[in-house]
């Protein structure tokens, strides 16, 4: 698995490089749409509480903290602030062009 080597947060999404050269991008609601919370996914279950259909469409990732080597933390400007996106999922949802097209 790469490492991260950066985190911007543009007005069109967050874009994330990664140590492999990957450039992945993530639109704003999308990735706040993924929040792998057990406010977002519910612990038990694993079932999906919210999803990008329930966020407001104007959410923004406002800040971002790495969480160790695996992770990374956004404070979303809904105030929502507990997801730990490890490094795996975030490779997963990359919403790239050539992401998008082989997971298809």
Do not use: N
């Not at 507990?82 to 992401?99: K, N, P, S």
């Amino acid at each position: 698995m790469a490492d991260l080597r950066d985190v911007t947060l543009r007005p069109d999404g967050i874009h994330i490089a990664w140590d492999d050269s990957h450039q992945s991008y993530y639109p704003h609601r999308f990735l706040r749409g993924e929040c792998p919370c057990a406010s977002c996914v519910h612990e038990m279950t694993g079932r999906r509480m919210v999803s990008s259909k329930d966020v407001s469409a104007d959410v923004e990732a406002l800040d971002w903290i790495q969480v160790g080597r695996y992770a990374v933390q956004f404070l979303w400007s809904d105030a929502h602030e507990t997801g730990i996106y490890t490094y795996d999922l975030l490779r997963r949802h990359c919403q790239c062009d050539a992401c998008v097209k082989a997971r298809r």
